[in-house]
């Protein structure tokens, strides 16, 4: 029987990349059955996302989206991976509106999916700057010194996760996260469930303009070490002790 796939994309300002990211993706979702879907979230976008989402729609059946007031990334994420679980996924694969990732690499991810909970990118060659390659150093260190976990690449918008298991794992992250992925990655690990990164390629944004600078990731850093806090906190009480196999 075939298993329903659910792509799922937040859009913020993305009105520059979404017709060519919709149209690149959705033949992906031909390696599911009838009932998979594209889901894309509007976060509050002050351009014409809505505007091209709604063009979108009519052309392509299997994609659905929605708009809602800006909350940013994490709420958006969470909000989709939720709506996914409960329209009932088998798997739920996350990528971005801005073109970074490539479509053509999905095939190799979902044969690996086999006995994985999740198949996540490993975005060894990159192109879009020296200083968010160290950013992403810098955040799996992080994780590594408050949570005991290692990741090889921890906020890598290019992952495949089994939804029953990211249905159990959603509840043990801080209810106002802000770099949900991440901490999502560290608590596949913590919880000792199967994963694998591939190496994927990654793109310099195709279009339009990053909505997060390096300054302003840098100012999150001190908020990240708290949430860090606050999800080793939530995991040990939620998941329990660390998975005893690592």
């Known amino acids: 029987m075939a298993e329903t796939l659910y792509l799922v994309m937040p859009a913020y300002n993305e009105a520059a ?61 969470r909000e989709l991976y939720e709506e996914a679980v409960a329209a009932g996924a088998d798997w739920i694969l996350q990528t971005d509106s801005d073109g970074q990732t490539l ?39 992080l994780i590594r010194l408050r949570l005991g976990v290692h990741l090889i690449d921890a906020n890598t918008p290019y992952r495949l996760m089994r939804a029953e298991v990211l249905a159990r794992l959603l509840p043990a ?13 560290a608590a596949f690990v913590y919880d000792g469930q199967p994963c694998t990164w591939v190496p994927i390629s990654f793109r310099a ?13 840098l100012r999150h850093g001190r ?4 949430e860090l806090g606050r999800a080793r906190a939530s995991f040990r009480s939620v998941l329990g002790p660390r998975w005893r196999g690592h």
């Open 17 to 77: 990349n979404l017709r060519d990211v919709v149209a690149d993706w959705y033949p992906v979702l031909a390696a599911g059955d009838e009932a998979s879907r594209m889901l894309i979230l509007d976060d509050g976008s002050t351009d014409e996302s809505a505007v091209v989402l709604e063009e979108l729609a009519a052309r392509y059946p299997q994609l659905h989206w929605w708009s809602r007031e800006n909350r940013g990334h994490g709420a958006t994420i």
């Open 103 to 141: 479509s053509s690499e999905f095939a190799s991810f979902w044969m690996r999916r086999s006995g994985m909970a999740m198949v996540i990118g490993d975005r060894h060659e990159r192109e879009d700057g020296s200083w968010r390659r160290f950013v992403s150093w810098v955040l799996v260190q």
């Open 205 to 217: 944004r195709q279009g339009g303009v990053n909505s997060i600078d390096v300054p302003a990731i």
């Open 223 to 226: 908020r990240f070490w708290g």
């Open 173 to 185: 992250l801080p209810k106002d996260a802000h770099l949900v992925n991440a901490l999502l990655a």
